[in-house]
C-alpha cells in the first residue's frame, strides 16, 4: 500500500492498494475510491465491536478490497487538523486519543486503552479510556489542529493541558496533578487539573482539542428564544 496526504485545513489520505489488499475504517471516513473498492461491514464479534463502541469509535468495522486489480481509496477527517500516517509493529503499539482512529491496513487492531489510576480516568483529559493500536501494519490517525512532538527519556515528564494529548507510545504513562492554589484554580481558566506524561517514548501534543474548538464557537452561535 501506498499513501499520499493531501490538504489542509481538513486533510484527505489517499490510498493506491494492489490487488486484494484491503483496508479499514471505523466509521464513514472513506471520501471517495475507485470503483472496484469493494466494501463489507462487520462488527467483528461482540467484545470487540463494544470495546470499539467505548473507544469512541463505531460498533461496526467497513473493510474495503481492490477486487480485480489494484485500486484506489482516500479516507477524509471529520474536523480540520492534520492526518498522521502511523507505521505499527508487535513491539511498538501506540495509544490514540478516543475518536483518533482514521483508518489502516487489515493487520492493524484497534481496541480500548484503560488507564491503570482511577483518579487519572476521570481527570486527565482524555477520560477513562483511550484508544490502542497494535497488530503490524499501516494506520492514520486524526489529530485536532497543529501538532506538536517531544521524545521523552526515561522518567521525563511534561505536564499538559486537558485535551491536548494527542497519542503517545505505549511505553509512556499518565498521571494527573491538581492546580496550585484555590485562586489558580477558580479563576486561571485552566480547570482544576492537568495531565502528566512521563517517558520513555514519544508524546504527540494537539495545538486544538475539539473540546477548545467548540468553547472558541460557542459565544457566536446563535442563542435559544425564549
Known amino acids: 500500500m501506498q499513501y499520499e496526504i493531501k490538504g489542509e485545513p481538513m486533510p484527505v489520505v489517499i490510498c493506491q492498494v494492489a490487488a486484494g489488499e484491503s483496508m479499514i475504517t471505523e466509521r464513514g471516513s472513506m471520501v471517495w475510491m475507485s470503483p472496484n473498492m469493494e466494501m463489507s461491514t462487520s462488527a ?3 467484545g470487540k465491536a463494544f470495546g470499539r463502541m467505548f473507544s469512541g469509535d463505531s460498533i461496526f468495522q467497513n473493510t474495503y478490497t481492490a477486487v480485480g486489480g489494484p485500486g484506489m481509496i482516500a479516507f477524509g477527517s471529520s474536523l480540520p487538523g492534520t492526518i498522521r500516517a502511523i507505521p505499527i509493529d508487535p513491539a511498538h503499539p501506540v ?8 483508518a489502516s491496513e487489515q493487520g492493524v487492531e484497534l481496541s480500548i486503552h484503560f ?7 476521570f481527570f486527565g483529559g482524555e477520560g477513562f479510556i483511550m484508544q490502542k493500536l497494535s497488530g503490524y501494519g499501516m494506520a492514520f490517525v486524526e489529530l485536532d489542529g497543529s501538532v506538536v512532538e517531544y521524545e521523552l527519556k526515561p522518567g521525563q515528564s511534561i505536564v499538559v493541558d486537558t485535551g491536548n494529548l494527542a497519542m503517545m507510545d505505549a511505553t509512556c504513562s499518565i498521571d494527573v496533578q491538581m492546580i496550585h492554589g484555590v485562586k ?5 481558566g485552566e480547570g482544576l487539573f492537568n ?10 501534543l494537539q495545538t486544538m482539542p475539539v473540546t477548545g474548538l467548540a468553547d472558541a464557537l460557542l459565544p457566536f452561535l446563535p442563542k435559544g428564544s425564549n
Open 44 to 46: 467483528g464479534g461482540i
Open 195 to 204: 495531565t502528566v506524561i512521563t517517558g520513555p517514548g514519544k508524546v504527540t
Open 115 to 121: 488507564q491503570k489510576k482511577m483518579k487519572t480516568g
Open 184 to 188: 489558580n484554580m477558580l479563576f486561571g
Open 95 to 102: 495509544i490514540v486519543q478516543k475518536r483518533g482512529f482514521l
